[in-house]
């Protein structure tokens, strides 16, 4: 069928971010969407459609006040994310979609709760309850024999790593070293992502500790790349940072990322709170007939 034969079909779209990543966000309280993967792949194209980080439905719920379903730039479906879940609450908000405070939303990771801070009704950032940080390696999941995975050496291309790997709801490995801004993130991310001790591949944070209290990171998401943030990986960040006993529990963490800052705190329980901004950029309609057709 040629492009002209199509049906148009034309939804409705709203682009937010959360510290720059960025978001294509669905409301499904009053349209279907039934390709979401070749949606995000075909929609997430800078320069040649929308462009972003992915796609996020945000759905009517049986458990929770409402569902996120996240897709990554690549259509592979995400579990968690802690900056599009902050974007989620704020649209339900904003958008007078739910009068409540706080919020459950309901992830592929579990339900997670929502605090909304709000200046002239509307909301500005967000608190989430992110759960507990996951720390057995075959739980995040990391092929090692070991009861953490915490500076753990690995070897890539002769040259030796120590990595600590977090679940927040989807897999993460984080290394400390100098300023990440030095970094050939586009040639290194991939091999970490791709490293057979990750069968489900892996998120990477390059960390530079400012001091107890401030870290300074760049991140490679599976299925997206470079992003400009991301949440579960701050938070991984941070509590990779107190179990090799760089930061302390109980504390904010403030993680400085190439869109912005998140402030994490890991408690004595093993849970994890995050905090930051969410942000409307536009809003508009697209026809998504060549993706379904």
């Not at 070991?146 to 679940?167: E, N």
């Not at 992502?193 to 944070?205: A, G, H, K, S, V």
Request: hydrophobic residues 35%.
């Amino acid at each position: 069928m040629s492009r002209e034969q199509q049906t148009e079909q034309r939804i409705n779209f709203t682009k937010m971010h959360g510290c720059g990543n960025d978001y294509i966000y669905i409301d499904c309280f009053e349209q279907k969407i039934d390709c979401p993967e070749r949606l995000a792949v075909g929609l997430s194209k800078r320069h040649f459609s929308i462009g972003s980080d992915g796609l996020v439905l945000i759905c009517r719920s049986d458990v929770a006040d409402a569902k996120m379903r996240m897709f990554n730039a690549d259509g592979s479906e995400g579990k968690m994310c802690g900056n599009a879940i902050r974007c989620v609450g704020k649209y339900l908000h904003d958008k007078k979609r739910l009068d409540k405070n706080p919020l459950t939303i309901e992830t592929q990771s579990g339900i997670k709760t929502l605090s909304l801070f709000t200046e002239n009704g509307k909301v500005t950032k967000a608190r989430v309850n992110m759960g507990k940080a996951e720390l057995n390696p075959s739980k995040i999941p990391v092929d090692i024999n070991a009861d953490k995975a915490v500076d753990y050496k690995i070897q890539l291309h002769g040259k030796d790593y120590y990595i600590t790997c977090v679940s927040m709801g989807n897999p993460h490995c984080v290394i400390f070293g100098d300023d990440p801004d030095k970094l050939d993130l586009c040639a290194i991310g991939p091999e970490f992502e791709n490293y057979p001790l990750f069968p489900q591949r892996i998120n990477t944070e390059f960390i530079q500790v400012l001091d107890r209290k401030t870290l300074k990171m760049r991140v490679w998401e599976r299925g997206s790349g470079e992003t400009l943030a991301c949440g579960t990986g701050a938070c991984a960040a941070a509590v990779a940072a107190v179990e090799n006993n760089i930061c302390l529990r109980n504390d904010d963490i403030n993680v400085m990322l190439k869109g912005g800052q998140l402030t994490v705190r890991y408690t004595d329980d093993g849970t994890v709170y995050m905090t930051g901004g969410a942000d409307f950029a536009f809003e508009g309609t697209v026809d998504i007939s060549e993706f379904t057709q």
